[in-house]
């Protein structure tokens, strides 16, 4: 378990059917191994979001992820760690009936 987290977000819809989106993660300091000899450092992660809604069933949404292109381990052993997610987007289309 990380010693600390954090996560804040804000959405604002600046005009009718869009909505832009930010957010800050912060994971603290995390113990690697059970003896807690092994830690993995603290990371802050940023991201954003911008939807769009054409009519009242469909969205479409361009998601940016790790905006400042921090490299962190999201997971780890005593002689690996697994790295989080580069800086990245998505472009995802939703409709419901």
Do not use: C
Not at 17 to 33: H, L, M, N, S
Not at 52 to 74: C, H, M, Q, W
Not at 75 to 80: E, F, I, L, P, W
């Amino acid at each position: 378990m990380p010693e600390h987290t954090a996560n804040a977000w804000a959405s604002w819809a600046f005009l009718p059917g869009w909505e832009a989106r930010a957010g800050v993660q912060y994971i603290g300091k995390t113990y690697a191994d059970v003896a807690n000899t092994v830690t993995r450092p603290a990371y802050t992660v940023v991201n954003a979001g911008l939807d769009y809604r054409p009519t009242d069933n469909t969205k479409l949404s361009l998601r940016a992820f790790n905006l400042f292109d921090e490299v962190y381990a999201v997971a780890s052993g005593t002689t690996s760690w697994k790295l989080g997610r580069p800086r990245s987007a998505e472009l995802a289309f939703s409709m419901t009936f």
